[in-house]
Every structure is written in C-alpha cells, then in structure tokens.
C-alpha cells in the first residue's frame, strides 16, 4: 500500500485544486485525487464575484483572470417582453475593491490546474483516481480507487487526512450519507455558448424572464475579439410540475426547450438565433441539497459543493467554495492537529452556507424578475413604477448580497 502525503483531496475541480494551492502555500502537503482521465478545458462560463475573486487573487491568479474574462460592469434585470425592470453597478463600477470577472469554467480551471501543476508537481495531481470508497482508524484513512475510466482497480493510498472536494455528486459525501439524495423541484437547465457580436455594451450580465415562464440568464465570457466578436455563455432555466430531471453534462437538444422563446426577439437582442448559434449545449437538472448537521468525520471532512451543493443562482457556489478553501487552509495550518483545524472550519463555515442554500431556494437575485412578473401579470407594463418602486428592488438585490457575503461594506470589512 502506497503512503502518500499528509492530506488527499478527492476532487480536482476549482475548489480542489484552490485548496492545494493554499496548502501548499501554509507548508501543508498534499495530493489531489481526480475521476476523470484527465483534466481537460471544457465546459461553459462562469461568474467570479469580488469575493471569488478576492480568495483567487490571494492565490496570484487575479491578473491571468483579467486578461482572458470580462469585467462586468452592469447587472440588467428584463421581463420576458425585453422590457428593462432594474440595472445596478457591479464589480469596480459599484465601487468595489476587487473587480467581478466573467470567464469560461474550462480557463479558470486550466489556470488553477497549471497553478497547482507548479507548485506541486505532476506527482501530487493524480487524474483517472476515482474513489471507490474509504475506511479510517485512529492512525489514518486508507483511500480505495478505480482506474482506467472506474473499469479497474487501482492500489489503495494510506494518508493521514482526507478532504471531499468532489462536488454534487460526491463520492465522499455518498460514503458518510448513504442515503443522500439530491433535491430537484424540477427546473432544468441548458447551458450554451455562443459567438456573436456584443451584447449591449459587452460586459453586462442579463437576467431575463423567470423560471415560471422561461428565464435566461446571459452574460459574455471573452474580451471582444479582433473580428468584433466575444464568446456569450448563456442558461436557460424552465420550472414544469412534472417535468422528468435532464442529466448531467449531456449535450442538449434545442428542441427541447426553444419554443419558449420563439418570440423572444428584442431590437436589442434575438434570443432564438442566440440559442441556435450555439457552439456548446449542455443540459443540467437545477438541483441542491439539504444543508447537513456535520462535515466532518474524525480524519475526514467534506467542502464546497461536496459539503453545501446549492442552486447556480447569484454565481455563488463557486464563491463560497473558495471561501471553503482559503479557510479550510488556515484552519488545518494553525492547528497542531488538523482534526481541529477540520473542526474550526466547519464551525465557521456551514451556518452562513447553510443559509445561502435556502436563500437560493427561496430568494435568489432573480426574485426580482418573479415579483415583478407577479405584480404585473406577466404582461408589459407602461410605467413599473405604478407597481413597484426601483427602491424597492435595490432591497431585494442589496438582501441577497448581504447574505451571500459579497455587500461593498461587508467585502470591506472582511
């Protein structure tokens, strides 16, 4: 049996390998662990918010993130009409420290990748390790794995400590939760990319519509190109009573969900030909799970999506699980027995994820898209003022923010 470094995380997506880095950086050791054959740029965008950001600059990437995302400037809520319902700064333009950067997913992983690569070296990334399950006594945790894409086994590792960073699907978590589920309240997305001109003024990021009557959210993931054109990622997200649950990564099919927006054509922009344009469809099912009353298990303790998997609205997931790592990293730094630095992180992290889970379930950022679609009637309005205030849906996007952790004075505080 191979005796490997001090900590295996299993997981080498975002948080993951962020949480190498920081080791690494506090003297820590550790290997990072990962299903797939290898790790690969791939996938759709991302939004980092100037708390992503914050915890990515500390690991020295805030330049490289710059120069290949866009910065965005503006916020713009639409009903499904195109009409404009409420705009706010973001990032630098709202008066922020730290800007908010939209980037494609594969990039910032391929960034935290090659980040992870140098410092570690190859021999501490270990890819097509898919963990087949774990057992620990009072001296350490002895990892099981397959290999070969989960067709063989691999020689089980004996390490000190063990972190879940593996995501919705964890097989982590799966192993101190057995009979963990994951909640579908059947929204389902599809996910695309698409090259075009600017939207806008090409750093804006749009919500448009609600998941009752089809929503989009859209928002461009590359600088605008010589030929005048920048990558556009965008969502659609459908709520049906009954509908069956999409799966995961799956290319999509636009037949499956187009119709909604056949008549979603703006003079500022045309929603169809943004969805057949695509050069990448995927399909997720929205789904989370119930906050859980513990993370950690003696040697073993779970984070980011592994331990608070929450809907993809605000683009807060990816926030809370750099947060995971950086705090995660000094905790088990400071401690003389990283069973007490697993214990302070979770103390300090899983009540305020905990509540942005729920908040996401009941009051996302888009709650300003439903409640005006219900005080209107979900049809154009002359005047929305004589049906709700631009004050008042400040304070239901300032609320959100000052739960998510990501308000100008609590950013400043912090």
């Known amino acids: 049996m191979a005796r490997d470094p001090d900590i295996a995380i299993i997981g080498g997506g975002i948080v993951g390998l962020a949480l190498a880095i920081g080791l690494h950086r506090r003297g820590v050791r550790a290997t990072v662990c990962e299903a797939a054959p290898e790790l690969r740029e791939i996938g759709v965008g991302i939004t980092l918010l100037p708390h992503a950001m914050r915890e990515l600059a500390a690991l020295g990437l805030a330049d490289e993130i710059r120069a290949c995302g866009v910065e965005t400037r503006t916020s713009a809520f639409f009903n499904r009409f195109g009409q404009s319902i409420y705009s706010e700064p973001r990032g630098l333009a709202a008066g922020y420290a730290i800007p908010e950067v939209a980037i494609g997913r594969g990039r910032l992983h391929g960034l935290l990748h090659r980040k992870a690569l140098s410092l570690l070296g190859s021999e501490h990334i270990r890819v097509d390790h898919q963990l087949a399950g774990f057992a620990q006594d009072e001296d350490g945790v002895t990892l099981r794995f397959r290999g070969d894409a989960g067709r063989s086994d691999r020689d089980p590792i004996r390490v000190a400590f063990a972190i879940g960073c593996d995501g919705v699907n964890s097989a ?82 636009t037949a499956d969900f187009e119709p909604i927006y056949a008549d979603w054509t703006y003079d500022w922009l045309d929603v169809p030909r943004l969805i057949r344009g695509a050069e990448l469809l995927l399909e997720y099912p929205m789904v989370d799970k119930d906050p859980l009353a513990r993370w950690t298990f003696g040697r073993v303790t779970l984070a980011g ?74 049809r154009p309005f002359d005047d929305l003022d004589r049906f709700i205030s631009q004050d008042e849906l400040k304070r239901l996007s300032d609320r959100y923010k000052d739960i998510a952790g990501f308000s100008v004075e609590g950013l400043r505080v912090a």
């Open 172 to 253: 982590v978590r799966q192993e101190l939760y057995p009979d963990d589920r994951v909640v579908f309240t059947g929204i389902n997305t599809w996910r695309g990319v698409t090259r075009r001109p600017p939207i806008l003024d090409g750093g804006t990021y749009m919500r448009i519509g609600s998941i009752r009557t089809g929503k989009m959210v859209i928002y461009p993931i590359e600088p605008v190109g010589a030929d005048g054109t920048q990558l556009v990622n965008w969502v659609a997200e459908i709520e049906r009573p009954t509908a069956a649950r999409n799966d995961w990564n799956r290319s999509g099919r």
């Open 305 to 378: 999506d592994a331990a608070h998997p929450m809907y993809p609205r605000g683009s807060n997931g990816s926030a809370q699980g750099l947060i995971d790592a950086r705090v995660l990293a000094d905790r088990v730094a400071a401690a003389a027995d990283p069973r007490d630095g697993f214990a302070a992180y979770e103390e300090e992290r899983r009540p305020p994820t905990s509540r942005i889970v729920e908040t996401n379930r009941t009051s996302p950022p888009d709650i300003i898209n439903i409640r005006v679609e219900e005080l209107t009637g979900d």
